[in-house]
């Protein structure tokens, strides 16, 4: 099994490590962003960067298209995609899911 996603559909349930000084992200894309790595670092740390892919994730009736990130430190982050940053200074808060819309750059 690789350690990466693959471009499936993938409706199998979430489940959330938070809580205890971490918090969840949730970042919403565009389908066409399918399998995109979303990485995110320390605010302070551009350097040290983990991520997660962009994913199709069927829930009934409705597809939405998601990176997920769970167990994240309680502080503030940045986003990155291709190199470059998605967003600034994202509040992770203790046991809560924070969520992002993004939309690229028309064009």
């Not at 399998?35 to 009736?61: M, N, Y």
């Not at 990155?80 to 992002?100: K, M, N, P």
């Amino acid at each position: 099994m690789s350690p990466e996603p693959v471009v499936r559909p993938h409706p199998e349930p979430v489940v959330l490590d938070i809580g205890g000084g971490f918090g969840a992200l949730v970042v919403h894309g565009p389908s066409d962003e399918i399998d995109t790595p979303i990485e995110w670092s320390p605010a302070d740390d551009d350097d040290t960067r983990k991520h997660q892919h962009v994913l199709e994730r069927p829930t009934g009736d409705e597809t939405f298209y998601a990176a997920v990130f769970d167990r994240l430190p309680v502080g503030t982050i940045t986003l990155w995609v291709r190199g470059e940053v998605l967003e600034r200074d994202v509040e992770i808060t203790d046991g809560a899911v924070t969520e992002l819309h993004w939309a690229p750059p028309a064009g």
